[in-house]
């Protein structure tokens, strides 16, 4: 695991996601059972008033938790809350960047909490996001 | 338009099963090439993992969403949060699920019209009726086809 700083102020690494493809949305979609058909079916999407089919929101909310638990450790996350921002449409980029915003103790174990944001390369802000993870196994080798 | 006497209705408490292979499908769509994820057996799930729930609904528990009258033409997704006070469940674990309406309100958008937000609540409890884990969602019902949230 890459993270043992764990004081306020911290950045954790950038790390990229994509480009997203139409085929990313409908393999999310599969997993998830979200088939909602504004994010694969082009004729629905127009006929909404978008221009083409965007991504489902919880597709960078997952991406921005792997981002996470990648970091942190899957075993760790106590809270994971995200809010959406900007659409993500096919062909973007992700950037997620966190930053460590307190540490403490609760629970009778040792937690941090971070500030996330996922921006979309050459845009704006795809999602921001406040997660909890406990960190009294970081630095030991869990896989 | 939504139906705002939903508030304080809920789904009948079903079963979810949280299965590998599922969590390993999940993992995949995701990015996540994590051991925890893709090669324990009893893999623990990932932060989101939990809105796989949809598949173990009843057509009772789908009523719910029904009742909310939303306009998926419209609808958008506004926020999303997972509790867990504990490690997360693993494959293997079943979990008794009750969704509720928690609040529903309204609030001017700067593009989209007036916007009417949905919470809903759902629990996960074990065995013992302990909760394992909580998730909160807040959906948009949006004036007109908005370009984003301005949540």
């Given at each position: 695991?890459?993270?043992?700083?764990?004081?306020?102020?911290?950045?954790?690494?950038?790390?990229?996601?994509?480009?997203?493809?139409?085929?990313?949305?409908?393999?999310?979609?599969?997993?998830?059972?979200?088939?909602?058909?504004?994010?694969?079916?082009?004729?629905?999407?127009?006929?909404?008033?978008?221009?083409?089919?965007?991504?489902?929101?919880?597709?960078?909310?997952?991406?921005?938790?792997?981002?996470?638990?990648?970091?942190?450790?899957?075993?760790?996350?106590?809270?994971?809350?995200?809010?959406?921002?900007?659409?993500?449409?096919?062909?973007?980029?992700?950037?997620?960047?966190?930053?460590?915003?307190?540490?403490?103790?609760?629970?009778?174990?040792?937690?941090?909490?971070?500030?996330?944001?996922?921006?979309?390369?050459?845009?704006?802000?795809?999602?921001?996001?406040?997660?909890?993870?406990?960190?009294?196994?970081?630095?030991?080798?869990?896989? | 338009?939504?139906?705002?006497?939903?508030?304080?209705?809920?789904?009948?408490?079903?079963?979810?099963?949280?299965?590998?292979?599922?969590?390993?499908?999940?993992?995949?769509?995701?990015?996540?090439t994590e051991a925890a994820y893709l090669d324990d057996e009893d893999a623990?799930?990932?932060?989101?993992?939990?809105?796989?729930?949809?598949?173990?609904?009843?057509?009772?528990?789908?009523?719910?969403?029904?009742?909310?009258?939303?306009?998926?033409?419209?609808?958008?997704?506004?926020?999303?949060?997972?509790?867990?006070?504990?490690?997360?469940?693993?494959?293997?674990?079943?979990?008794?699920?009750?969704?509720?309406?928690?609040?529903?309100?309204?609030?001017?958008?700067?593009?989209?019209?007036?916007?009417?937000?949905?919470?809903?609540?759902?629990?996960?409890?074990?065995?013992?009726?302990?909760?394992?884990?909580?998730?909160?969602?807040?959906?948009?019902?949006?004036?007109?086809?908005?370009?984003?949230?301005?949540?």
């Open positions: 695991m890459a993270i043992t700083n764990l004081e306020v102020g911290h950045k954790l690494p950038a790390r990229t996601f994509g480009p997203l493809t139409r085929t990313d949305f409908v393999r999310y979609q599969g997993a998830s059972g979200d088939f909602n058909p504004i994010h694969h079916d082009e004729e629905f999407a127009r006929s909404a008033g978008f221009e083409t089919v965007f991504s489902v929101g919880m597709l960078q909310a997952g991406l921005l938790a792997t981002y996470c638990t990648d970091l942190l450790g899957p075993a760790n996350v106590r809270r994971f809350k995200v809010q959406f921002r900007e659409q993500v449409w096919p062909g973007d980029t992700l950037v997620a960047v966190g930053e460590v915003t307190a540490v403490y103790e609760a629970d009778e174990e040792p937690r941090i909490d971070l500030d996330l944001t996922v921006t979309r390369d050459g845009g704006g802000v795809a999602i921001t996001g406040l997660a909890t993870f406990a960190t009294d196994e970081l630095g030991e080798d869990d896989d | 338009m939504v139906n705002h006497n939903a508030v304080g209705t809920h789904t009948p408490t079903f079963e979810m099963t949280v299965e590998r292979g599922k969590i390993r499908e999940f993992a995949r769509a995701t990015s996540s623990v799930i990932t932060p989101t993992f939990l809105t796989t729930v949809t598949f173990w609904q009843p057509p009772e528990a789908a009523a719910l969403y029904k009742d909310l009258d939303i306009d998926g033409r419209r609808l958008l997704h506004g926020e999303q949060e997972y509790l867990f006070p504990g490690v997360p469940p693993r494959a293997g674990d079943r979990l008794h699920v009750t969704t509720a309406v928690e609040e529903i309100y309204e609030k001017e958008g700067k593009r989209g019209g007036s916007m009417t937000f949905v919470v809903t609540r759902t629990d996960f409890t074990d065995a013992d009726g302990r909760v394992v884990a909580q998730a909160r969602a807040t959906a948009i019902e949006t004036g007109r086809a908005p370009t984003t949230t301005e949540a």
